[in-house]
């Protein structure tokens, strides 16, 4: 596929919007946690939360994409900020008004998630119609980026703004930046792929043609399986993070804080050390490297004495550049891998399974504490992990998907 001349600066225009919008979610996603914290103070309500931000993209992600890859790309990214804006302003002003209600937030969440079930897909499918695939990879590894910079900056703001200003204000946050998102895109041409064929559009029909373009891509399958099997074990060993840094190394807020900036730090690194330049590395063996990576990290975690806090520190700094790698690698390879009129079903589907097991993983990361508790359940989720990337380093179909890449 052609690409036009200045599709650098077409992306400088998409990030810059996105950079602000993402900036401004994280902030006031952080804040409305830091609301119900400070408000409820029950686990149950922060567990229903984060259910309801991410049960709706979870069921979507299944279907999607169908409408993702039938759909304007340019145009479902703006409806869906539009959306999100719409839905965050009407609570913001339910709060201005005093008429607010728990519901009302799980409410906003759920709207949220739908959107991201839209938007993150169509985005992620944009790229190879807006970049010569060499780029892929550099490109996912800047996206990762300005994720990762507002995972850092997002606590520290929400908390801040939080201390010094009404949630009905903070709210409005995420309403400009969603705006500013919708005005950078309309700068910006984003061709469609051409849709082949003459039949008619047809749901089911589509999802097996998703299905099918999978299983026929040989290692995908697996590939997939193994990415959604290592979140499975990664997500309970990152809801236990707090718990494991009060209970186990006697830490407290500070201590809490300051393993989400290093995380959120390493994080940061790897997702500019993908972005500065191209690397000529099998991308597949790369992302079974970073595997291995992050369950030894867990494993070592589980293993180390009340007074090594320093040293679980430093290892999540490595965690965190290991998870960043990864997840650009990961899109860079899907990317290439499946025809651009196709990704956006692919990537959507893959989004909604991938989010099963961090459901699962809110809602059994206490009966693990409780039952095996914290220091064994990062020494298997640990060993499980590396295991599934030893085996997929031995795999000879998941290392031809990444020849070439």
Known sequence: MEHGKNWKQVLAVIWTGQGISILSSSVVGYAVIFYLSLETGSAETLAFAALAGMLPQSLLGLVAGVWIDRWDRKRTMILADGFIALCTLALALLFRFGAAELWHVYALLACRSIGSAFHTPAMEASMPLLAPAAQLTRIAGVNQSLESASSIAGPALGALLLAFAELSDILLLDVAGALIACGSLAFVRIPNPPRSGTQRPALLREMRECAAAIRNTRGMTQFFGSAILVLFFIMPVGVLFPLMTLRHFGGGVCEMSLIEIVWGGGSLAG???????SYRIDKVLLIQAMYVTVGASFLVSGLLPPAAFALFTLL??????????????????????????????????????????????????GFLADSIGLNATFVLAGAAIVAIGIAGCCSRSMRRLGQGI
């Open 316 to 365: 999540q700094v490595f965690s965190g550049i290991a998870g960043s790698v990864f997840k650009a690698s990961f899109v860079a390879v899907v990317q290439r891998r499946f025809a651009p009129g196709m990704l956006g079903r692919v990537l959507s589907l893959y989004s909604g399974l991938s989010m099963m097991p961090a459901m699962l993983g809110v809602v059994g990361s």
């Open 271 to 277: 997702g500019l050390l993908m972005g500065l330049r």
